[in-house]
């Protein structure tokens, strides 16, 4: 069993940045998926940025330019850069990863609120 644990959310103005971690309790491989997803209040969770399975990245469209996501595999970290913020990028932020075998988990989550 693998725990996830977000952290880095808050409350920033239009225009500024955060940064996102998610530590797994565990080793993560190189074939494993990990990344970041988001749900708005009223909206279904939505991909932000990953690494897939085969290491490359995936970023939705709507953020490409301002995030970045990056891993330290020596510390099982995932990271999201996230610049330029806009009020739509207000949701709650969670962290996934996909064992190359299957299995699948989530963190708890971290708010990320962008307000003026």
């Known amino acids: 069993q693998v725990q996830l644990v977000e952290s880095g959310g808050g409350l920033v103005q239009p225009g500024g940045s955060l940064r996102l971690s998610c530590a797994a309790s565990?080793?993560?491989?190189?074939?494993?998926?990990m990344g970041w997803y988001r749900q708005a209040p009223g909206k279904e969770r939505e991909l932000v940025a990953r690494?897939?399975?085969?290491?490359?990245?995936n970023y939705a469209d709507s953020v490409k330019g301002r995030f970045t996501i990056s891993r330290d595999n020596a510390k099982n970290t995932v990271y999201l850069q996230m610049n330029n913020l806009k009020p739509e990028d207000t949701a709650v932020y969670y962290c996934?990863?996909?064992?190359?075998?299957?299995?699948?988990?989530w963190g708890q989550g971290t708010q990320v609120t962008v307000s003026s």
């Open positions: 996934n990863l996909m064992r190359v075998y299957g299995a699948n988990y």
């Open positions: 565990g080793s993560i491989f190189s074939g494993d998926a």
């Open positions: 690494f897939t399975r085969g290491g490359s990245t």
